[in-house]
């Protein structure tokens, strides 16, 4: 299987996504950010559902009411599709913030915790890959016809978890007396949101993944 490498999606910040190659490009400007009208469309159009959907819906709400429309939701696969993003888009700043306190470590000759940094940030970094790997595949479930769907939704799925689980070990080996407490609650924070967005993005996969099926009279052997 090709490898995605993490370049070949660049997120700026709450601008744009650009997609490349051949992917689109969604900019914030064509959609509304949140207001009253956003507000009615999200109690009338079920966003309050994910309540049900995912363990975090405070979070998931926050991550897809600024793309509601006038015309409703993004669909389900266009929402699974921005949380991954969001998911990625922080996971890429938490590894710029724990580099910049490994680096600081390392300057002060604190080989342990210096170690136990490195590690965490290796578990960040291919959590990052992952969540990469997972986004494109998305981008392709059902153009390649119905027989990739399940190999497609097989390898997100095996990505997403990794990832999650990855964001959930990470944290354990990185409080030592070296990293100072408002570094340590830093990082805490910035990986437990990781792992809250990587849980929020499986469970908005699978609900896309399984109306498609349903939809395509698609069967798991």
């Known amino acids: 299987m090709k490898q995605i490498e993490e370049d070949d999606i660049t997120i700026k910040g709450s601008v744009a996504w650009n997609l490349k190659p051949r992917l689109a490009t969604i900019t914030t400007e064509a959609w509304l950010q949140p207001t009253n009208l956003s507000l009615k469309v999200y109690s009338a159009d079920g966003l309050h559902g994910l309540d ?8 998931c709400v926050q991550t897809l009411l600024p793309y509601v429309t006038k015309r409703g939701l993004p669909s389900s696969q266009l929402q699974a599709q921005l949380s991954l993003a969001t998911c990625l888009s922080t996971a890429r700043f938490t590894k710029i913030y724990m580099t ?21 940030m290796h578990q960040i970094d291919d959590g990052v890959k992952q969540i990469t790997q997972s986004f494109k595949e998305l981008q392709q479930m059902g153009k390649d016809g119905y027989q990739n769907f399940l190999w497609h939704e ?3 799925q095996s990505w997403v978890s990794a990832a999650l689980t990855d964001a959930t070990n990470c944290v354990d ?3 030592g007396d070296g ?13 437990l949101k990781v792992k809250q967005l990587a849980s929020n993005s ?14 395509h009279g698609i069967k798991i052997p």
């Open 154 to 156: 097989s390898n997100v």
């Open 202 to 215: 499986l469970a908005l996969f699978t609900r896309f993944t399984s109306r498609y099926r349903a939809s």
């Open 100 to 120: 910049m306190v490994a680096k600081k470590l390392n300057e002060t000759d604190n080989s342990g915790d210096y170690q136990a940094m490195e590690e965490c």
């Open 52 to 59: 049900n959907l995912s363990r975090y819906p405070d979070l």
């Open 179 to 191: 990293v100072s407490d408002s570094e340590k609650a830093m990082i805490q924070a910035r990986i």
């Open 173 to 175: 080996g990185i409080l």
